[in-house]
């Protein structure tokens, strides 16, 4: 079985509908291959052979489902190639572990997923790999950390959870000319709003549990590339265990596929709601891309122009009026996750960020009454209403605590 790389002549709605499918006796949906196991024959020893990169022979490794959603993000973000994983953590991991040997330097953001931070900061360091933070927003600042030492330079296009947007061209444009790897999480934005290495980056990451998915049934993650990369990720793969499971493929797919359909609710209702939020006087700041109040707005017109639903704001009375807020919605969940049809909403100082440290989080933006909302694609009036009282509520306490 090989990648289908049947994706340059089809538009992206076609693709996230059709591409990488496996039909069998004409089914619409690529069926389940529940097996642990494939038979091994001749042409599957060549493979293995051949470094068993889309033989499909045990599911640890790949399986038929895997394969079909993996073609299909290759076939989204416009790349050679792509391998799919358990969740998006497992892909981030076995990626930089593919490419980082003790004595390695990355250079990277603290404004980043909480976990990815912890890997930075904890366990890339244990081995020996040394990590310096630079500033997401400012591109020279990733130049100037550059050691003789460095292999990779490491970014998220939107950042979690303060929503700062990284110049891409910039940034690979800087890891090509010292011949370094550039890497990108590209969870945020989803390859409706944003195809990095069309940019000039090298890998684009996902955590597949979001947007990809879209229903929060799953967890998933993807690295993107061109092939010589993804087979070099796909070795290590083998070996660090991370791989999908099929069952997980099946609704993986089913979720991509509607991912071109989701995603402008998803874009419209988080704007309409940043634009109420703004003439609300509980609410101290809006970040959003669709606001020319946002200090990256150009940037993101070029980078990610069709938005995403990432919302943040802050509320007045820090996280005591935040909390209120959360615990008075109806509609609106609060998790922590993101990309879902549903809306969610979460305090990054205790859930997503909360082994990042205080200073760290502060410096970045997460101050004190700092809300992150995965806004979904329910009617927006309702969303609307459910915050419009939420906000009621946190303000009353506020006024009863003056
Ligand atoms: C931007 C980003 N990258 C990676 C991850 C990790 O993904 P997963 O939870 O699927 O391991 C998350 C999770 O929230 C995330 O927000």
Redesign the pocket.
């Known amino acids: 079985m090989g990648m289908a790389t049947d994706h340059e002549d089809r538009r992206f709605a076609t693709k996230a509908v059709h591409s990488g499918m496996i039909d069998v006796e004409g089914s619409a949906t690529t069926p389940i291959f529940r097996t642990s196991t494939y038979r091994l024959t001749d042409e599957k020893y060549q493979g293995w052979a051949e470094g068993l990169h889309h033989t499909v022979v045990y599911s640890r490794i790949s399986s038929i489902n895997s394969e079909v959603v993996s073609a299909k993000l290759a076939a989204l973000e416009d790349t050679e190639d792509a391998e799919v994983f358990s969740?998006?953590?497992?892909a981030?991991s076995t990626t930089l572990m593919s490419f980082l040997s003790k004595g390695d330097h990355v250079v990277a953001t603290p404004d980043?997923?909480g976990?990815?931070y912890g890997l930075l900061t904890e366990i890339l360091p244990r081995m020996g790999i040394e990590v310096t933070m630079a500033d997401v927003r400012d591109p020279s600042s990733y130049e100037a950390a550059i050691q003789e030492n460095t292999k990779i330079l490491y970014t998220?296009t939107m950042t979690?959870p303060t929503l700062k947007i990284c110049d891409l061209g910039a940034i690979a444009e800087i890891a090509r000319e010292n011949g370094l790897i550039s890497i990108v999480?590209n969870?945020?934005a989803s390859p409706w709003s944003c195809n990095p290495v069309k940019m000039g980056f090298d890998i684009v990451l996902h955590?597949?549990?979001?947007y990809l998915g879209g229903h929060a049934d799953l967890?998933?993650?993807f690295a993107a590339g061109r092939k010589d990369l993804i087979a070099q990720i796909f070795h290590n793969k083998i070996y660090l265990g991370g791989a999908a499971d099929p069952e997980m493929c099946y609704l993986l797919e089913r979720g991509m596929r509607t991912l071109h359909a989701r995603m402008p609710i998803h874009a419209s209702n988080s704007a309409e709601i940043a634009k109420r939020l703004q003439s609300h006087d509980m609410v101290e700041k809006v970040i959003h891309t669709s606001l020319e109040s946002h200090p990256d707005y150009d940037i993101a017109q070029r980078v990610m122009p069709n938005g995403s639903g990432m919302l943040a704001f802050v509320i007045k009375g820090g996280d005591n009026s935040a909390l209120k807020f959360m615990r008075a919605l109806n509609t609106i969940f609060e998790a922590?996750?993101?990309g879902g049809v549903e809306s969610l909403v979460e305090c990054p100082f205790n859930s997503?960020h909360m082994f990042v440290p205080e200073s760290v989080r502060h410096e970045a933006g997460v101050v004190p009454g700092f809300v992150r909302m995965s806004i979904g694609i329910e009617d927006v009036d309702d969303l609307w209403a459910d915050m419009f009282q939420a906000l009621d509520k946190a303000s009353e306490a506020l006024k009863a605590k003056a």
């Open positions: 969740s998006g953590m497992a981030i980043c997923y976990g990815t998220e979690n999480d969870t945020f955590s597949g549990t979001k967890t998933a993650g922590t996750s993101l997503s």
